[in-house]
């Protein structure tokens, strides 16, 4: 079965009125300006609910609340790593 990407953020919108989930999606980044950037992107282009983290322990304690269905972490973040 071959994969076809969605290409157009129309047809990443028709997700949720087919019945399809939208991921929630948490960003971990130190750099701000990143981690903003992306989190903007991806809402734009109609991914979902997006979160963003700038340290390793805000992650963890969203994340819990937020239960994210896909995380981009930085993995080399000044409070811990990996």
Do not use: K, N
């Not at 071959?2 to 130190?30: C, F, K, N, Y």
């Not at 903003?36 to 609910?49: F, H, I, R």
Request: without cysteine; negative net charge.
């Amino acid at each position: 079965m071959a994969a076809h990407p969605l290409t157009q953020s129309s047809e990443l919108s028709e997700g949720s009125a087919r019945g399809g989930m939208l991921p929630r999606i948490l960003i971990v980044d130190d750099d701000v300006d990143a981690a903003d950037g992306l989190a903007s992107l991806l809402q734009a282009a109609g991914y979902g609910d997006t979160r963003v983290a700038h340290t390793g322990g805000t992650a963890l304690a969203l994340a819990v609340e937020f239960l994210p269905t896909v995380l981009l972490v930085d993995l080399d973040l000044p409070d811990m790593s990996g």
